[in-house]
């Protein structure tokens, strides 16, 4: 699945747009695996340095997410597909679990909990487990399967420095 150039040449990169060593080293390894793939990441590198575009971040992002997104695709990586609920549907359904598990034990009263845990709120809390770690795994800082996509173009030990540090700081901002 993986298209090459057609010509076997090194890539080139248009003289308007200035890459550091490392994103030239990106470049390069994303031509080599698919060239549909190096063109997401230069045009997305490309629109972030319009210093006059207003919406050069929100553009470049686009591009970024669309190459994260299409990499398993291109790359015959084997990502879990995304057909799941959506997380609307997801707490909707939680919030009916939850309103019928009010309803039906005999711990809550008068809008309390108390005494012991009878088998309707220990199933709530079994699918109140359930959905946190839906939730963990799907909408965290970094999805497991994002963590996977990263990892195939850094597999090097010599990028471990730069992954500990973006983890670090992503994982604070949120």
């Known amino acids: 699945m993986q298209e090459e150039a057609a010509t076997g040449a090194e890539p080139q990169?248009?003289?308007?747009?200035a890459l550091s060593a490392l994103e030239q080293e990106v470049f390069a390894a994303l031509s080599e695996r698919n060239t549909k793939l190096a063109d997401m990441y230069l045009g997305g590198l490309a629109v972030f340095q319009q210093a006059g575009n207003p919406d050069r971040v929100a553009l470049s992002a686009h591009d970024f997410r669309e190459?994260?997104?299409k990499a398993?695709?291109?790359l015959d990586l084997s990502i879990p597909s995304k057909s799941r609920p959506s997380l609307n549907?997801?707490?909707?359904?939680?919030?009916?679990?939850?309103?019928?598990?009010k309803r039906k034990s005999q711990n809550h009263c008068d809008g309390k909990w108390q005494g012991e845990i009878d088998g309707h709120l220990g199933q709530f809390l079994q699918h109140t487990e359930t959905f946190v770690r839906f939730y963990k795994?799907?909408?965290?800082?970094?999805?497991?399967?994002?963590i996977?996509?990263?990892?195939?173009?850094?597999?090097?030990?010599?990028?471990?420095?730069f992954w500990s540090a973006a983890l670090s700081a992503v994982t604070k901002s949120w």
């Open 72 to 74: 398993p695709q291109y």
């Open 67 to 69: 190459l994260m997104e």
């Open 13 to 17: 990169v248009p003289q308007q747009i």
């Open 148 to 161: 996977r996509k990263i990892e195939y173009f850094f597999p090097t030990p010599k990028f471990i420095p």
């Open 89 to 101: 549907q997801t707490v909707i359904d939680y919030a009916n679990k939850w309103d019928g598990c």
């Open 137 to 146: 795994d799907t909408h965290g800082a970094f999805s497991r399967n994002d």
